[in-house]
C-alpha cells in the first residue's frame, strides 16, 4: 500500500481549497481538506462515500464505490 506524505505543496493547496470555499461562505472539515489536497496534489481520484462534502471542491475527481 502507497501512502501519501503531507508535504510544504500539499499544505499550499489545502490552503488554497479552504480560501476558496471560504469566498463562497462554506467550510469544510480539517481531515477531509487535508484528504481532497493530496488527491489534487497526487492528481488521484478521490474514493469516498461523502460525496456531497468534497463535490465543492472544483476539478476534484471523486468516485463513490458504495
Known amino acids: 500500500m502507497k501512502f501519501a506524505r503531507v508535504q510544504e505543496k500539499t499544505v499550499n493547496v489545502a490552503a488554497a481549497i479552504q480560501f476558496d470555499l471560504e469566498q463562497k461562505g462554506q467550510s469544510i472539515g480539517h481531515y477531509d481538506l487535508l484528504i481532497a489536497a493530496i488527491a489534487l496534489q497526487q492528481n488521484a481520484v478521490?474514493?469516498?462515500n461523502n460525496i456531497?462534502?468534497?463535490s465543492r471542491i472544483e476539478s476534484l475527481k471523486i468516485?463513490?464505490?458504495s
Open 46 to 48: 478521490l474514493v469516498a
Open 52 to 54: 456531497r462534502e468534497f
Open 63 to 65: 468516485e463513490n464505490w
